[in-house]
């Protein structure tokens, strides 16, 4: 079966550090790759995504690399704020009609001043 | 910028009562899910639905589940004896298939229902 596997968090660091979250994949087929954020206090937003290989996925700063012989999509950021403080969800999809997401079990990222 | 509406925001209850959870999907989406999240645990996926039947649904969507569109702009989700083990946060989601582009395969989701069982 289709599954996520993510960095163990909490990760934390000091503001303008460099950011990087691993996730790796199982799945069958080429499926589309997420990643997703939950602040505190709300619900799951979609950051950015990549739907074939050798896709980056980019965002408020935020890339990702559809990397299929490695089967990951890490997630990077050269210079972290407070405000990305949240819990970075990766998940996949296959590229199917009523495909489901897999979610991964989150890294919560933690930023200091 | 479309969004997907989730009603009430947070909803306690007893243990035993009935619960309906609504969810307003963007009006052009086709495919509409629930998934939930146990506090500290990784998001689950529930239930998939699309031209008014269930398509999809996992192990945790049993009897006591059900889902319905009964209108043209409402979902919802009806749980019908809570159980303290239901506490969690529901996402109500709806993605797009109508294009043929991949870039639109991506699910919005609402920003959830916090479901507390007592």
């Known amino acids: 079966g289709n599954s996520v596997t993510q960095m163990e968090g909490p990760v934390t660091l000091s503001e303008e550090a460099f950011l990087t979250i691993n996730c790796t994949y199982t799945?069958?087929?080429?499926?589309?790759l997420f990643w997703y954020v939950q602040y505190p206090g709300e619900g799951l937003q979609l950051l950015l995504k990549?739907?074939?290989?050798?896709d980056k996925g980019s965002n408020k700063g935020f890339e990702a690399t559809y990397r299929k012989e490695t089967t990951s999509f890490h997630l990077e950021k050269g210079s972290v704020q407070v405000s990305d403080s949240a819990v970075y969800f990766c998940?996949?999809?296959?590229?199917?009609?009523?495909?489901?997401?897999?979610f991964g079990k989150g890294t919560m990222l933690l930023v200091s001043p | 910028e479309p969004e997907v509406t989730q009603t009430p925001s947070h909803q306690v209850t007893q243990m035993g009562q009935e619960v309906i959870l609504r969810c307003v999907p963007i009006?052009?989406?086709?495919?509409f899910y629930w998934y939930r999240q146990i506090l500290g645990q990784k998001v689950e996926f529930l239930v998939s639905?699309?031209?008014?039947?269930?398509?999809?649904k996992s192990e945790i969507f049993d009897d006591q589940f059900s889902v319905e569109r009964p209108d043209g702009s409402n979902f919802t989700l009806k749980i019908r004896s809570t159980k303290l083990e239901d506490s969690a946060m529901y996402f109500c989601?709806?993605?797009?298939?109508?294009?043929?582009?991949?870039?639109?395969?991506?699910?919005?989701f609402g920003s959830g229902t916090r479901l507390t069982v007592v």
């Open positions: 989601a709806s993605r797009d298939l109508s294009s043929r582009l991949l870039a639109n395969y991506g699910y919005t």
């Open positions: 799945a069958t087929g080429y499926p589309s």
């Open positions: 990549a739907t074939k290989a050798d």
């Open positions: 998940a996949l999809s296959p590229n199917s009609g009523y495909s489901t997401l897999t």
């Open positions: 009006s052009n989406h086709l495919y």
């Open positions: 639905f699309y031209n008014n039947e269930i398509s999809e």
